[in-house]
């Protein structure tokens, strides 16, 4: 279920939700301590922020290098039209592929690949252009991250 847009996010889901950022690994109990309410209310407002779709999943962040694959690359793909579908059912088969966005502009999917080298890189490439809706290719390598994912970070966005 999604979050409606009467349902605003109020100052202790604020809370709720930094101190998730905060501390990922710590108790419901510690959690609760470090936001000033009882675990039983901690729980429920961690099960209404769930249950409304606020909260849509976790994970584990990774390493990517450390686990073999050095190479990174935004990849954008024009498609035919009416072929997103069969491209987002390709490309989500294809676990290399990491993330995968539907855009405006001059592309109309970007991706983000992971390889083990730009041999491997190419072999991707080929892979996700064998897709018989996509008309072209372009890819840039990433050399470094500037910036690290942080959609959590977004919370900081509701005090301004």
Same mark, same amino acid.
């Given at each position: 279920?999604?979050?409606?847009?009467?349902?605003?996010?109020?100052?202790?889901?604020? =809370?709720?939700?930094?101190?998730?950022?905060?501390?990922?690994?710590?108790?419901? %109990?510690? +959690?609760?301590? &470090?936001?000033?309410?009882?675990? *039983?209310?901690?729980?429920?407002?961690?099960?209404? +922020?769930?249950? &409304? %779709?606020?909260?849509?999943?976790?994970?584990?962040?990774?390493?990517?290098?450390?686990?073999?694959?050095?190479?990174?690359?935004?990849?954008?793909?024009?498609?035919?039209?009416?072929?997103?579908?069969?491209? =987002?059912?390709?490309?989500?088969?294809?676990?290399?592929?990491?993330?995968?966005?539907? *855009?405006? %502009?001059?592309?109309?999917?970007?991706? =983000?690949?992971?390889?083990?080298?730009? *041999?491997?890189?190419?072999?991707?490439? +080929?892979?996700?252009?064998?897709?018989?809706?996509?008309? =072209? *290719?372009?890819?840039?390598?990433?050399?470094? &991250?500037?910036? &690290?994912?942080?959609?959590?970070?977004?919370?900081?966005?509701?005090?301004?």
């Amino acid at each position: 279920m999604n979050r409606r847009a009467d349902q605003a996010i109020d100052d202790l889901d604020r =809370r709720v939700l930094r101190a998730l950022r905060d501390e990922p690994r710590a108790t419901l %109990g510690e +959690l609760a301590e &470090s936001v000033g309410v009882s675990r *039983t209310t901690f729980k429920a407002r961690l099960d209404r +922020l769930w249950d &409304s %779709g606020t909260i849509i999943g976790h994970e584990t962040q990774l390493d990517l290098a450390s686990m073999g694959f050095e190479v990174q690359a935004w990849v954008q793909l024009n498609v035919q039209q009416e072929g997103l579908e069969e491209v =987002r059912a390709h490309l989500a088969a294809m676990p290399h592929v990491i993330e995968a966005f539907s *855009t405006t %502009g001059s592309a109309d999917v970007q991706c =983000r690949v992971v390889a083990r080298d730009t *041999t491997h890189l190419q072999e991707v490439l +080929l892979a996700i252009s064998a897709c018989s809706v996509v008309t =072209r *290719t372009k890819s840039s390598v990433i050399l470094g &991250s500037l910036v &690290s994912h942080r959609k959590v970070q977004a919370l900081d966005l509701l005090d301004l």
